[in-house]
């Protein structure tokens, strides 16, 4: 028996198949052990490297940092994705003199570091540490947002867009009452893929003296020792991995949410359509 995309394996190459995955199993167990016993013969597990957790001060300063890390990340998200969906229709617009140099300045901001951006705010505009972290993920982020919304516009069929002129819709009414929901909803995975990227780095404000959850812990691995410097980071990275994880499962609820939503109106529409009204 074969697919249609593939032949299906033998008897001969699931052996190798199993064979090969308990092989890769047990080098990654025996790495994970190694890994651990290195760390434990350093002392790393040692309960009084893990004990400054129970100390209050500790808590009030990782809990600074998360707050600045969520506050930087939650504006420049604002902020950039609607920046994003201008960009994105100036991206795709019928008119050269405004698609062309929009391309320019989206191939720009794409390719200039964020930290860069970051400093570059702080040292010409002299703004404080926040807003120079803040508005350089807004610039950075805002122009990944367009292409991701302009990918998703034209994965549409072009008939979508046919069918929103035919009706009488103009051509910018097609583009934001047709189209754009479409081209979101499908993108969601890459939208909230480039939300966690954002989310991260807002621990590049380091550099610029911004207070955020990695110089939090820099501060404290400063002040306590290097003793203590695997613990504390061991920390912040679980904050983060949580906060990545909550992201995604927001998006995912909103997803399909909208996607229940988007079904009831067919639906309704539908029957709308099938039952005739009585005269």
């Known amino acids: 028996m074969s697919s249609v995309l593939y032949d299906v394996p033998g008897p ?11 092989a890769g199993a047990v080098l990654i167990l025996g790495l994970l052990a190694w890994v651990v016993m290195t760390l434990a013969s350093q002392g790393i597990f040692e ?16 809990a600074n940092g998360l707050g600045a890390t969520l506050s930087a990340a939650a504006l420049a998200a604002v902020i950039a994705f609607p920046l994003g969906l201008i960009l994105c229709l100036l991206r795709i617009s019928l008119v050269p003199w405004i698609r062309i140099p929009t391309r320019v300045v989206l191939e720009f901001l794409r390719g200039m ?7 570059f705010v702080l040292l010409v505009f002299a703004t404080g540490s926040f807003l120079a972290v803040v ?34 819709l ?6 934001m009452l047709i189209e754009l929901p479409q081209a979101v909803r499908r ?14 780095d807002t621990s590049l404000g380091y550099i ?24 504390i980071f061991f920390v ?24 229940k939503k988007a079904a009831g109106g067919m639906a309704k529409a539908n029957i709308a359509t099938a039952v005739p009204t009585a005269k």
Do not use: C, H
Request: hydrophobic residues 60%; without cysteine.
């Open 12 to 22: 001969k190459a699931r052996r190798i198949s199993l064979i090969a995955s308990i």
């Open 47 to 62: 309960a009084r490297r893990w004990a400054i957790f129970g100390r209050a001060d500790v808590w009030t300063l990782l």
């Open 113 to 119: 570091p964020v930290v860069l951006m970051m400093l």
């Open 135 to 168: 508005a350089a993920l807004v610039l950075y982020n805002a122009a990944i947002f367009a292409e991701i919304i302009r990918a998703g516009i034209q994965s549409l069929p072009k008939g979508q867009r046919e069918a929103g002129l035919a009706i009488g």
């Open 170 to 175: 103009t051509s910018f009414k097609s583009r």
């Open 187 to 200: 993108m969601m995975p890459s939208l909230v893929a480039q939300l966690v990227v954002l989310l991260k």
């Open 208 to 231: 610029v003296a911004y207070g955020e959850l990695l110089r939090a812990v820099q501060v404290m691995a400063d002040f306590l020792g290097p003793a203590y410097l695997f613990p």
């Open 236 to 259: 912040a990275a679980a904050i983060y991995i949580a906060i990545n994880i909550a992201v995604s499962r927001l998006a995912v609820w909103i997803e399909r949410r909208g996607s």
